[in-house]
């Protein structure tokens, strides 16, 4: 059985959930949430693997736009497969490593989406130093609720005990 942990920098989790909360209309994302009015779209989370790379998606609209750059959206990228400043190959190996697929989105909304909540600072301005740490095992995603840096990748930051 295999297991592949992605980090995703905290605060950015943090200003896509208040966007998404703040905001008076979402993107239902999924099918079965387009029938319902505007105004009773749940706040939700769409964690997306694809050529781009592995990111994390509020349903808040209009989205944010990305301070780093002013044509995308602002999303949370996995420390892991961030295709902003990645070889193309090395992300499509990632992608393909972690879900055993080209591509794959999940969803994130109330129970689910209440764990994710759980095991992210409480603080509007969290330190961007902190992570949240999804771990995917047989292309289902597991919500640990630990906050942790990635060993290796963030200089600067000593690892958090988990």
């Known amino acids: 059985m295999s297991s592949f942990d992605l980090h995703f920098p905290a605060g950015v989790v943090v200003s896509l959930l208040e966007h998404s909360l703040a905001s008076d209309r979402r993107s239902p994302l999924i099918q079965s949430m387009e029938d319902l009015p ?11 693997a694809d050529d781009n790379g592995i990111y994390l998606l509020g349903n808040g609209t209009p989205a944010l736009p990305d301070p780093e750059n002013e044509h995308m959206f602002l999303a949370a990228w996995a420390v892991e497969a961030d295709g902003r400043d990645m070889i193309p190959d090395d992300v499509h190996a990632v992608v393909e490593g972690v879900f055993e697929a080209r591509s794959r989105v999940f969803f994130f909304t109330g129970e689910a989406l209440a764990h994710i909540v759980e095991g992210l600072p ?6 961007r130093a902190q992570y949240l ?10 919500v640990p609720n630990r906050r942790c840096v990635p060993a290796g990748r963030v200089p600067n930051v000593k690892r958090l005990e988990e």
């Open 133 to 142: 740490r999804l771990t995917v095992r047989d292309a289902q995603v597991e």
């Open 122 to 127: 409480r603080e509007s301005e969290p330190d």
């Open 38 to 48: 505007p105004r009773e779209i749940p706040v939700a989370l769409a964690l997306i």
